[in-house]
Structures are given as structure tokens and as C-alpha cells.
């Protein structure tokens, strides 16, 4: 990242609330300057591989940054991230809670920025695992919490993240105000049950979320 680009970083919009946000929550500017870091790698893997279309200053900090880390007091224990892709939202998650993640995604390349987290950056408590999640099931690999963000519509997405659940442990599920709860089979067949669901507006935009919490029954 040149001078220039650095300038409009220090300037950006998003950075400036992304940063008031961890602020509110106790977070420490070391930690701000840790996602600066993660920004310049973002840029620069992204400009090879297209992990995503995000590319602005304002998207990186906005839609990957603070949607990912939003509900990070809902995550506790062992933590996967279904259909990862880039790396959102288990690589801010693992920065802001310094719980364990594992990032799982069919398309290897998209991996990259984490594999590139562990050695450039010193992110240790986060892998990128390139692998499906009936595959990782397949191990009898359990999670305290598993999450997944935009992947699927909500019964197609619980029937991936259930599986790798531990008996009580929870599935995390960011969608929009516009998604419907899993339906009463769904809940059935990954014997699931919903236990919250919580709706917000990201600090400092008018973008809405919705995020489904499930509890793994068996």
C-alpha cells in the first residue's frame, strides 16, 4: 500500500466507524491497527485472487469487518466458519474474541488470506481447512459454535453447519431481515431448535441484519 492509499485509509469513512465500534466495546487501538494490517493483505491477495468484489475501503471495514465481528459475544469455545470463502467472518472473529477458528471452504484458493494471516500477520488461533462440510462431518469433527454467512437459504445452510455441532453447541447464522427461521422439517432432520434470533442495524450505516441462533439438541 502506497502513501496514498494509506492517506485515504487513515480517512475512510469505514475504518472510522469500525473503529468507534470496537472502541464501544472495550477493544484496544492495537487491535484497530491489527485490521489495518489485515486490510493491506486483503488488497494486496485480492489483487491475484479474486476472494471477493469488495474492494473499497468503506466494503472491507463495513460488510466484511463489522458485519462479521457484530455478534462476536454470541461465540464461545471451538469455532467453525462454513463456506468461509476469503475468510469472513472467522478471521475478524478470531481477532476480535482470540478464540480458536477453523474456516472451512470447497475452493481452495480462496484460503489464502488466512493461510496468509498465520505467517504474515502471526495469526495462530485460526485455520483454513479446504474441504465441504459433509466431509468434515465425515471425521466426526465437533465445534462448540459454527456459523456461516451467506451461503444458503436457512434450511439448506443448517443441514451443512448441524453436523458439526457438539451436542448443545450452537449454529450461528448470519442472514437479512428478509430470511425466514429454518422450517419445522429442517429442525427436525438436524435436530436443531431455534433459541434466538436477533435483529440490528450496523453502527453508523442504515444496513440491516438478522442473525439466527440454533441449539444442537443431540
Do not use: W
Not at 486483503?42 to 465481528?69: P, W
Not at 455478534?71 to 470463502?85: A, H, R
Not at 431481515?177 to 438436524?190: F, H, Q
Request: net charge positive.
Amino acid at each position: 500500500m502506497d502513501q496514498s492509499q494509506r492517506k485515504q485509509l487513515e480517512l475512510s469513512f469505514g475504518r472510522s466507524v469500525f473503529r468507534r465500534f470496537l472502541s464501544e466495546n472495550g477493544f484496544t487501538n492495537e487491535l484497530s491497527d491489527i485490521f489495518d494490517s489485515l486490510t493491506e493483505l486483503y488488497l494486496k491477495v485480492n489483487s491475484v485472487i479474486n476472494i471477493s468484489a469488495l474492494k473499497t475501503f468503506e466494503d472491507i471495514y463495513i460488510k466484511h469487518y463489522l458485519d462479521s465481528v457484530f455478534p462476536y459475544y454470541l461465540f464461545d469455545g471451538s469455532c467453525c466458519d462454513v463456506g468461509c470463502g476469503g475468510g469472513f467472518p472467522c478471521l475478524p472473529l478470531a481477532i476480535v474474541t482470540k478464540l480458536d477458528f477453523t474456516g472451512i471452504d470447497g475452493v481452495g484458493k480462496k484460503l489464502s488470506l488466512i493461510k496468509l494471516c498465520n505467517t504474515e500477520l502471526g495469526i495462530q488461533n485460526i485455520k483454513g481447512v479446504h474441504a465441504r462440510a459433509e466431509e468434515i462431518a465425515k471425521t466426526q469433527t465437533f465445534f462448540d459454535t459454527v456459523c456461516a454467512r451467506a451461503v444458503a437459504d436457512t434450511d439448506k445452510v443448517l443441514k451443512y453447519c448441524a453436523p458439526l455441532a457438539k451436542k448443545n453447541g450452537k449454529i450461528i447464522l448470519y442472514k437479512t431481515p428478509n430470511d425466514e427461521k429454518a422450517t419445522t422439517v429442517a429442525l427436525k432432520k438436524t435436530k436443531t431448535e431455534l433459541s434466538d434470533v436477533k435483529d440490528y442495524v450496523l453502527n453508523g450505516t442504515d444496513i440491516k441484519r438478522r442473525v439466527f441462533v440454533y441449539r444442537k439438541l443431540v
